[in-house]
């Protein structure tokens, strides 16, 4: 009644038993040197992965806000001639919400870099 199942967990975990057995007999230890982040020769000063100001997220979030902007304008443009004055409309609807957000932005500080 279980043989299915039993097939199945040793199809599951034999890959897996195999593959880790076969790292751990061919692992070798890394090179320091070679394993240093690029940094044209210098020691790194900072983790590899450390964080990054709060200020970059807001730039982040004003770049994603005029791609998408800009995903919406292709489409638009190409039907924009068949649709006519109700398109448009629509169009400067949506540019004067990204408008407003880029106000906020700009009164929060987000585009000061010093």
């Given amino acids: 009644m279980y043989v299915g ?3 199945m967990a040793v199809a599951a975990v034999v890959p897996v038993l195999v593959l880790y057995g076969l790292h751990r007999r061919t692992a070798v230890t ?5 394993v ?7 020691t790194p000063h900072q983790h590899a992965l450390s964080r990054y100001h709060v200020r970059w997220y807001l730039a982040t ?10 995903l919406f304008m292709y ?3 190409v039907v924009v001639a068949e649709i006519g004055a109700t398109a448009v409309v629509e169009m400067f609807l949506f540019l004067a919400a990204l ?7 700009w009164r929060e500080g987000a585009l000061r870099w010093v």
Avoid: I, T
């Avoid at 890394?30 to 070679?34: A, T």
């Avoid at 979030?61 to 800009?70: G, N, P, R, S």
């Fill in 75 to 77: 489409p638009w443009a």
């Fill in 5 to 7: 199942v039993a097939v």
């Fill in 99 to 105: 408008f407003v957000a880029v106000l906020w932005a």
């Fill in 30 to 34: 890394p090179d320091p040197l070679e």
């Fill in 61 to 70: 979030l004003l770049f994603l806000a005029f791609d998408v902007e800009m």
């Fill in 36 to 42: 240093l982040p690029f940094e044209s020769g210098w």
